[in-house]
């Protein structure tokens, strides 16, 4: 691969995982990390993009680590991931609008199975976040800590 089909595929990468980010903050999935991701991958290509990766970088691994300080968090993110998958699963199954819906069957499961394979993707990740999340906070303060002090590092040489 050239150079440029390099660059050209890293910022597209990049503005796609920004965008879907932004999408997964009100909608299901890691929208911090996935804003990281593209950020950090934009920062390869832009100034602006690499002045604002610690902050995003801290602000998602710090999202990570607290969404695992304790069972009960740990327990609601795992039904929430298991909760998109069975939902992924109805969409792509498709089965005919229910006597109570009240609109046009047309408006049943938009999308069809594009967006089950969405949901289905959403919750294999979110288990994927959670059990990194655990291997990585739980239990080891000190990897917290390191996070606090890199991003303690970098507002000092801001």
Request: hydrophobic residues 60%.
């Amino acid at each position: 691969m050239t150079r440029a089909a390099k660059m050209i595929v890293i910022e597209v990468l990049g503005w796609l995982l920004v965008l879907a980010g932004i999408a997964a903050l009100v909608l299901p999935g890691p929208g911090l990390l996935m804003i990281f991701a593209g950020v950090a991958l934009l920062s390869q290509r832009y100034a602006w993009a690499e002045r604002r990766l610690a902050p995003i970088k801290y602000r998602a691994l710090k999202g990570a680590a607290d969404s695992v300080d304790n069972k009960l968090r740990v327990a609601g993110s795992v039904v929430l991931a298991i909760w998109l998958l069975a939902w992924g699963v109805v969409w792509i199954w498709s089965p005919p609008a229910p006597s109570w819906w009240p609109v046009a069957d047309s408006w049943w499961l938009i999308g069809g199975a594009g967006t089950g394979v969405t949901l289905i993707l959403s919750g294999l990740l979110a288990i994927f976040l959670i059990v990194w999340s655990i291997r990585k906070f739980r239990g080891h303060p000190e990897a917290l800590e390191a996070v606090e002090a890199e991003y303690a590092e970098h507002k000092r040489r801001s």
